[in-house]
């Protein structure tokens, strides 16, 4: 629950804002990490000393539901030379350290980050005769927060989130969310560490998808050059009716070209999925590799989980309600993480800790294996073979129903327990998939359908016996059930 004041007006839980007349005893009162990032909203708006902000009632760290304490609303009045219209500024406060004493974010030294190192801004375009600017997006950033919070995933310039609904609640098609650098905003050095600024940007369906199927930097830069899309600051227009590609046809042969040449930056998925090892008989329950034995699943190990984080520290996240609370709770959400483009990948972390797997798991090879997705999930197969193992990169659906994990990966992909010799490997519940290219060929013919997954009715099985493969698509409701 949040209320909406002057960021200057007394609340209950923090002193005014330290503008330039600020008296000394309220500068020294107000949290140091707030009054840093306050320092730089000055610098850009020094005659909105006091802007409407909207504020948490009951601060998350004392058992309120959001993370962040604040989100400020400052008017922008762009430039017309430019062509950057007038606009909404919004800059939250809270998932960076703002206070230092280890009650939100643990304190780990100046020179990192600052709790996640990032606060969140958006740009919304100023409607004509709007005197006050709309309160919807800080839901919208107390959503993404929630996100971070719970899951411990950042955010990147270039990541996408799918949000599969306007983001005003209206009938607008701007449904989804690209990432990227505020422009405006510089990074800003605090008493706890260095935070910078990362601005959402709205998008459509068609260029979200353009986003996943190539990079969001690619999609951000093409934003930028239609000013009605977006422009140079890439403003969120809500009354946008058209696409990019429909504004300028001529952009979606810039994607196909970058998604031929590049791939895909998408390097995983949270989704709804789940894999059986069909070599066992069904009794042998014991060393199963379903999704749960019993009333227990087999869990990671951690070294195990770690892996699979990194390699969707920048990978899409398809997320319910658990993992990233919408606005409306009727509503699924998706993250998207991209990752930086590389011919030849690796499952191994960037980290100096090694990402091994755990030594007391043992590494099994499995003979026959059948694969099962929801719509949405499945939907991504054609782009995880196309756009990742053709280019010589993997793929990894992590579950969010289950404690279990699938990862494709291509011949050249280093770091792999899987081999040519024993394509299908499983160590405890994360099975590996290695597929030639020669297979990935095959399996694109064979699922050329799932591109438009509005044309076929569930569930849907696709074979091939010869390699003692399945992949079964099949309704949510499979892997809502308790045995999933």
């Not at 810039?254 to 949270?270: A, F, M, P, Q």
């Not at 030849?344 to 099962?372: G, N």
């Not at 590996?432 to 849907?460: A, R």
Request: charged share 25%; hydrophobic share 35%.
């Amino acid at each position: 629950m949040a209320e909406l004041r002057p960021s200057g007006a007394p609340g209950p839980t923090a002193p005014p804002a330290p503008g330039p007349t600020a008296p000394p005893a309220f500068a020294s009162l107000f949290p140091p990490g707030l009054h840093a990032i306050y320092g730089e909203c000055r610098r850009l708006y020094p005659d909105q000393p006091n802007p409407l902000q909207v504020t948490a009632i009951v601060k998350y760290w004392l058992g309120g539901p959001d993370p962040l304490d604040y989100v400020s609303m400052y008017r922008n009045v762009g430039s017309s030379s430019a062509n950057i219209p007038e606009h909404w500024h919004y800059i939250s406060f809270g998932l960076s350290d703002l206070y230092g004493d280890n009650r939100v974010h643990e304190f780990t030294g100046t020179d990192g980050p600052s709790g996640f190192g990032f606060e969140l801004t958006f740009r919304l375009k100023r409607e004509t005769g709007e005197s006050a600017p709309p309160t919807w997006p800080a839901e919208l950033m107390q959503g993404l927060a929630r996100y971070v919070f719970q899951s411990e995933n950042t955010f990147c310039s270039g990541d996408h989130v799918s949000w599969h609904s306007p983001l005003d609640n209206s009938e607008s098609r701007i449904q989804h969310m690209l990432l990227t650098e505020d422009p405006q905003m510089q990074p800003v050095q605090t008493p706890f560490g260095v935070v910078t600024f990362l601005q959402i940007v709205g998008v459509c369906t068609e260029e979200l998808h353009a986003a996943q199927q190539w990079n969001g930097q690619g999609i951000l830069e093409l934003l930028r050059t239609v000013p009605i899309a977006g422009g140079p600051w890439l403003i969120t227009d809500m009354r946008r009716g058209e696409t990019i590609f429909e504004i300028d046809p001529h952009l979606q042969e810039r994607v196909d070209k970058g998604i031929e040449t590049d791939g895909s930056n998408l390097s995983g998925v949270s989704a709804k999925c789940a894999w059986d090892d069909l070599s066992r008989p069904p009794e042998d329950d014991e060393d199963s590799r379903s999704i749960c034995i019993g009333t227990q699943p087999r869990r990671l190990s951690g070294k195990d989980t770690e892996q699979i984080r990194e390699t969707l520290r920048r990978g899409l996240e398809i997320n319910s309600k658990p993992v990233l609370p919408p606005i409306n709770p009727q509503r699924q959400n998706g993250l998207t993480h991209d990752r930086a483009p590389s011919r030849k990948d690796s499952l191994e972390s960037d980290s100096s800790t090694a990402i091994i797997p755990h030594e007391l798991i043992r590494t099994r090879q499995l003979e026959s294996v059948h694969l099962k997705f929801n719509q949405e999930s499945g939907a991504l197969i054609p782009l995880c073979l196309r756009g990742r193992l053709l280019h010589g990169r993997h793929f990894t659906y992590k579950s969010i129903t289950g404690d279990m994990a699938i990862t494709f990966v291509s011949t050249g992909v280093e770091g792999a327990f899987a081999t040519e010799e024993h394509p299908y490997a499983a160590h405890g519940p994360w099975l590996q998939i290695l597929l030639t290219e020669e297979f990935v060929e095959k399996m694109l013919e064979d699922l050329e359908d799932l591109t438009s997954p509005e044309e076929f009715k569930l569930p849907k099985e696709y074979s091939w016996p010869e390699k003692k493969l399945k992949v079964s698509i099949l309704p949510d409701m499979v892997f809502d059930s308790p045995l999933h």
